[in-house]
Structure formats: structure tokens, C-alpha cells
């Protein structure tokens, strides 16, 4: 597996069909996921005598409880070491999702089970299975069911070996796609991911859970260790609980027996039946502890914390209850299922997705095994310990771990965030928008600064398409601070996606481009009088249907605001920004509808700007926000990372963009809507928009229709 993503990574070739196969790898993985989950639940609780689940149950659950909550703290605990690093990204659709509504019934109760299955709803199946295996429990012929269970589950699990022979081709395909994507800023956070689980699977597998045990139990902290050293060299070797959980059965039945039966003698209220109880445990514990969303799987939640702060954004308390109450139902089952609606708790970009899978692959995967192996040790000998009575707490073990190791781990993970800091981390959002060219076509093209010549009006009764032949060149006004769709990139050079749609026009009309710098204000005039054919896009207001005559739709922009990352939270619904009185919003000329802020802005400030660059300056800072078009939005914060983007919920309606035109001239009108539709057809539009709107680099090798230029 390693190989194939060592391969893939370096690989500069792009097959044909590697999209394909590792989409298919990804869902083959899937595949056996729920299937597996609930009949691994049914089958562990329904062996379980319904006496003895009662009796230990209460214990079990308090033990397992403890742990969890000391695992996930340290979680919690770790981002402590992600270094202050500038961050911001392209746009994309995580950009305008607003948060979920978060309804734990609908989650949780599965009111049609099938529904929970198709839907790949975790939660849900876990308490369905949970019930079904409670019930068989009580049930009276239940040993014929779970053969039967049992031989299907070992087909899921023959099933899902079979895939796994896939992984190194699975996986290749995977980093193919991830190199060709994955940019040097994008690995160095994927270093801090990996180094700072490393040091957070370290600290809890040899430091703090063995610890803990060797103090409120009789066994010793290298007794615990030896139990699970070979388990643990085996499982970080092959990066599979799974496989080891034979292995730690029969280790800790060692541990337990040889503990339990060098105390008996000094301690005869230990039973017989106590022994025989304790030592059945770990054939119990390590099963279903395979299932449960703990150990190695709760490294998941830290690469969503990691996510999250690397593509810039702040974390509200709500969103970190919303992360453990639903998040951790999601880890019943495997931790690449769970990951795209971890990743959407939050709000993450799911591009994410591919590194989490490099990550995983590469390194934490084997962390991952690592930490399940002794947090499941761990789990059986203190339940173990409780069950034949030999809690002992030892008050200077006790003392001396419950001071240092919170020191320890604090020191550790600023140790880590100082060390990060030093790293030679280069920001380069700026630079991968400012540097872009054009992908399609190239066209001829003129640019003037102002509207020249205004007072040589040409012939009225001639029509657009006739005067744009005659001229040898189509006549088109942008708008200044137009980002993404109009700008200069670092070579001087005007370029972007309304740029580049104008040039496929161009070349589809066989003549040349003349760019004319304009003012919103004078689009009409200038396009009205024919000196312009038409504007780049503007968003298809009342106010500019009054104005101007505009062609179909090219694309959408959902509004959203720019504010600074600290602000983020004043602006999550808008019925509270309405209602604020001490707020002031910027919004840009082209956003701008005295009869919409009239509607709904009744409290609060707003004002009008020529251009989004003024809100950045020092002497606009008592503006809050800028309300303004998503992907414009994400595009302004990659040139100030200190800024983030903001979609209040609910969510709203987007607004389209179109481009104005000459008026009074029905066959151009005509044209343009054929034309647009076409483009729109032959996926031209959503390629460029992939790549100027959404930063991405769309593998054209599959597509020939077009040569690059």
C-alpha cells in the first residue's frame, strides 16, 4: 500500500481513468461499511447473558465513559500546536453552506430502518442494531441466529479482505489524483497534521493510559505495557486493529489470570465465579470495542479540527458540541466513511477528503491501530480489575501523574507550536490567484485604462453582430476590482473568468477584443449609445433590469459576507444582523439596491462603495462587514487571509450574473442566449469556472475538443 502511494505521489503522468478508479476504490470501502457495523453490534451484544450485562453493565459504562472523555480531551487539547499560520482558499460550495440544523431525534431514531440504510445514516443503524442485538439477547433460541449472523459476517469480512487487495492500486490512484492537486503549502499543513497525531498517539498510548491503569489497579505500569507491546509493534506494522484483536485477547487473558490469581490468595473475597467472569471479558470488550467510535478513530475528529483551522476558519463552541454529539455516532464505523460528514459538521472544503485519505495511508493510519490497541487493553483490565475487586488507588502515583502529565502534555504541544512557527512557511494563496493565465483560448486583445473616442458614435441602423464584423473586434467594458472574474494578474495582464468567456466569444465571432476600464455608472450610456457591445457580468438586480438590457444567466454568486476572522460569529443569521443597530455594512456599486436595503436593512448602516479594495484600507475599518458574491468574496480573502467568508442562515437564493448588452437589438439578444446556452451545454463554462472561481486544475488530457493556446 505504502509503494502505491509513494508511486502515485511522485508520478508526474496523469492516466486516463484515475478519477474513476479511485472513486471506486473509495465506494468499494463503503460498501461493506454498514452491513458490517450492524452485524458486528447485533451479533457482540446479542452473546451477552442479559444477568451479567445487568449486573456490570452500570461499571462497564462509567469505565468506558472515563476513558472517552480523557482521550477526547487531549483531542481537544492538541490543536494547541497548530502554528499561527496565514490560511484562505478558493471558493467552493462549503463556502455558502450554512451550518446544519442539528435535530439529534431525526439523527438517532431510525423510524424506517431500510431509510437509515440507504442513506448511509450511522447513527441511526447503530441504535437499530443495538436493539436488535438487545432483543436477541433475550431471546430464547438465539444461538441458531447468531450462527447464521456470524457466517454472514464473516462473508462482509471476506468481502472487505478482497477489496483491501485493491489498496495499492486504490490507493495510487488516489495519490495520482491528490499530487496533481496538492500544492507545497498544502503538505506542509499535512505535516503538522501528521506530526502533531504522532505526538498525541504517543502521549496517550505510553504516557497517560497506562498510567492511569497502573494507578487505580493493582497491575503495574510495565505489566500493561508488556501485554500490549506485541500488539501494538503488529498493528502500527500493518495499520490494522482488526487483525491484532486475537492477539490482545489472549495477552490480557494472560495478564488477567496470572493478577487475579496471585491476589486470590491474599484477597479471599475474590470468587471463583468473579475469576472465571473477569477473565472472559477481554473475548467480549475487544470485539465490540472494534466497533465503537473509540481509540484510533477518534484521530478522525482531530483531522476535522486540523481541516478547519487550515482553511482558515474559527470554531464556535456550537460547532464543537455539534462535532461530538453527532460527530462521534459517525465513528461506529470506518473512519474514510465517516469523514465527508465530519467534514461537513464543520463546514470544511470536502477537497479535504483527499488528504485526510493521503494522511491516513501514509502514516496515521498505523497511528491510528496503534491507539486502538491500548485504549482496548486498557478497557478490559480496568473492567477486568472491577469485576474481581481490586481497584487500588496508589495516592503517590496518583499525586505524582495527576500534576505532571497535564504539564507535560501542555509543554509538549506548545513545544510543537513554537517549533511549527519557525518552519520556513511561505503563504501562497496571493500567489496562486494573482498568477493565473488563461486555460482556453488566448485571443487578441486590446485594453484601454478609460472609454476612448466616445464622440465617434457609429451607425445606429447597423446591427451588434454586423458592426463587431465590420470592426474586426467586439467592444467590451469590465469593471475595475472585479474578482475573480476581472483583473490584472501579476504580469499586468487582464485576465479572469468573465475574461476568458469573452475570448471563447471572440473566437466563436472570428475577430479580436477591445477591453474599456468602466464605472458602473456608465455602462448604460456607453452600452446605449453603441460605443460598447457589452459589460462583463453584473448580478441580475431590479435596479439593473431597469437599467440595462442583460442576456441570460451564466452563472450564480449566493451572497455572503467579508468580515474578519474574530468577527465571523456576529454574522451567521440574518435575522439578527437585521436586526442590529450598531452594524455597518460596505456593499459594492454593483451589489448595491437602494429598494432591497430599504427592505430589510432598517436598523443597521449601510454603504455604498466604488470598490471592495476601500474596505480593506485602514480608514474604512468602522465598516463590519461587505456584503458581496461568494466566490468575489473568496477571491478578496485570498489576497487578505485575514478575512473570512461568511453565508448566514438560512440559507438564500443565489443571485445570477449576466452580462449587459447593447440595447434596442434583438438578434444580438438572441445570439448571446443561444451562445450562452451552448457554452453551458458543452460544460466550457463550468470548466472555467472550476478553475477561476473554484482554484481547481480540471485534467483536460480527457477532453481534446479544445487546444490549449
Known amino acids: 500500500m505504502l509503494i502505491g502511494l509513494t508511486i502515485g505521489a511522485i508520478s508526474s503522468t496523469v492516466f486516463t481513468g484515475v478519477d474513476e478508479i479511485a472513486n471506486a476504490f473509495v465506494m468499494l470501502l463503503q460498501m461493506t461499511a454498514l452491513p458490517y457495523i450492524a452485524l458486528s453490534l447485533i451479533i457482540g451484544i446479542g452473546n451477552l447473558s442479559p444477568k451479567k450485562v445487568s449486573s456490570g453493565f452500570k461499571q462497564t459504562l462509567v469505565i468506558l465513559t472515563a476513558m472517552l472523555t480523557l482521550v477526547l480531551v487531549y483531542i481537544l487539547l492538541a490543536p494547541i500546536a497548530f502554528p499561527d499560520w496565514k490560511s484562505a482558499d478558493f471558493y467552493s460550495l462549503n463556502t455558502i453552506k450554512t451550518s446544519q440544523e442539528f ?11 431500510f431509510h437509515s440504510f440507504a442513506h448511509g445514516l450511522i447513527p441511526s ?3 437499530f442494531s443495538i436493539l436488535v442485538g438487545v432483543g436477541l439477547m433475550q431471546a430464547k433460541a438465539k444461538k441458531q441466529a447468531l450462527l447464521a449472523l456470524t457466517g454472514l459476517n464473516n462473508a462482509i469480512i471476506n468481502v472487505s479482505n478482497m477489496v483491501m487487495r485493491l489498496a495499492p492500486l486504490g490507493v ?17 499543513g499535512l505535516l503538522v497534521y501528521i506530526v502533531t497525531a504522532g505526538v498525541l498517539v504517543f502521549l496517550l498510548s505510553f504516557l497517560v493510559l497506562p498510567a492511569i491503569v497502573a494507578t487505580i489497579t493493582v497491575l503495574g505500569y510495565r505489566q500493561i505495557i508488556k501485554a500490549s507491546r506485541e500488539a501494538m509493534i503488529t498493528a502500527f506494522a500493518t495499520g490494522s486493529f482488526f487483525i491484532v484483536i486475537p492477539l490482545i485477547v489472549e495477552k490480557t487473558k494472560q495478564l488477567i489470570y496470572e493478577v487475579t490469581a496471585q491476589n486470590s490468595a491474599s484477597k479471599p473475597t475474590i470468587s471463583a465465579e468473579q475469576i472465571v467472569d473477569a477473565i472472559r471479558v477481554p473475548s467480549i470488550i475487544v470485539p465490540i470495542s472494534f466497533s465503537l467510535p473509540v481509540g484510533g478513530k477518534l484521530l478522525a475528529l482531530l483531522f476535522v479540527l486540523f481541516a478547519a483551522w487550515f482553511s482558515g476558519s474559527q470554531i464556535s463552541l456550537d460547532q464543537y458540541l455539534n462535532l461530538l454529539v453527532a460527530g462521534l455516532p459517525q465513528l461506529f464505523g470506518s473512519s474514510s466513511v465517516a469523514m465527508p460528514n465530519l467534514l461537513e459538521l ?7 477528503f483527499e488528504l485526510f485519505l493521503v494522511a491516513e495511508n501514509l502514516i496515521v493510519g498505523r497511528f491510528s491501530a496503534l491507539l486502538s490497541v491500548i485504549f482496548s487493553s486498557c478497557l478490559v483490565l480496568l473492567i477486568a480489575t472491577n469485576i474481581t475487586q481490586q481497584f487500588t488507588l496508589k495516592w503517590r502515583s496518583f499525586t505524582k501523574y495527576l500534576i505532571i502529565l497535564p504539564i507535560i502534555s501542555v509543554i509538549t504541544f506548545l513545544t510543537l507550536r513554537i517549533t511549527f512557527d519557525n518552519i520556513s512557511y511561505q503563504y501562497q494563496g496571493y500567489s496562486k490567484f494573482i498568477e493565473r493565465d488563461f486555460i482556453l483560448l488566448d485571443v487578441e486583445a486590446k ?7 466616445i464622440e465617434v458614435m457609429p451607425d445606429s441602423s447597423v446591427d451588434v453582430l454586423t458592426r463587431i464584423e465590420q470592426r474586426g473586434f ?11 472574474y476581472a483583473f490584472h494578474n501579476s504580469d499586468g495582464k487582464l485576465v479572469g473568468f468573465d475574461i476568458e468567456i469573452i475570448n471563447l466569444l471572440a473566437d466563436d465571432l472570428g475577430v479580436g477584443i477591445e477591453f474599456v476600464r468602466i464605472f458602473h455608472e456608465q455602462a448604460k450610456t456607453l452600452l446605449s449609445s453603441g460605443y460598447l457591445d457589452m459589460t462583463t457580468g453584473i448580478p441580475v438586480l431590479p435596479s439593473n433590469m431597469k437599467e440595462l438590457t442583460l442576456t441570460i444567466p451564466y452563472t450564480t454568486q449566493t451572497v455572503a459576507f467579508i468580515v474578519k476572522e474574530e468577527k465571523r460569529s456576529e454574522f451567521t443569521n440574518w435575522k439578527n444582523i437585521f436586526k442590529r443597530d450598531d452594524v455597518i455594512i460596505g ?4 451589489f448595491y439596491s437602494e429598494n432591497l436595503i430599504k427592505r430589510y436593512f432598517k436598523h443597521g448602516k449601510v454603504w455604498e462603495i466604488s470598490t471592495p479594495r476601500l474596505f480593506f484600507k485602514e480608514q474604512y475599518q468602522h465598516i463590519d462587514a ?3 458574491g461568494a466566490p468575489t468574496a473568496s477571491a478578496w480573502t485570498l489576497l487578505h487571509p485575514e478575512y473570512t467568508v461568511v453565508a448566514p442562515s438560512p440559507a438564500q437564493p443565489p443571485l445570477s450574473m449576466a452580462f449587459a448588452i447593447n440595447n434596442e437589438d434583438n438578434a444580438f439578444e438572441l445570439f448571446m442566449r443561444n451562445w450562452i446556452t451552448m457554452k453551458k451545454n458543452n460544460n466550457d463554462i463550468n470548466r472555467l469556472f472550476d478553475y477561476w472561481v473554484a482554484g481547481k486544475n480540471p485534467d483536460f488530457l480527457s477532453n481534446n475538443l479544445i487546444e490549449l493556446k
Open 474 to 484: 467586439i467592444r467590451v467594458g469590465y469593471f475595475r476590482d472585479d474578482l475573480p
Open 626 to 628: 461587505m456584503l458581496f
Open 346 to 352: 464543520l463546514n470544511v472544503p470536502s477537497s479535504f
Open 587 to 590: 456593499i459594492p456599486e454593483l
Open 172 to 188: 495510487f490512484c488516489i495519490a495520482l489524483r491528490a499530487a496533481a492537486t496538492v500544492n507545497s503549502e498544502q503538505i506542509d
Open 125 to 127: 443503524v447503530v441504535l
Open 103 to 113: 435535530d439529534l431525534i431525526s439523527l438517532f431514531i431510525p423510524s424506517n430502518p
Open 447 to 453: 485594453v484601454l485604462p478609460e472609454p476612448e473616442n
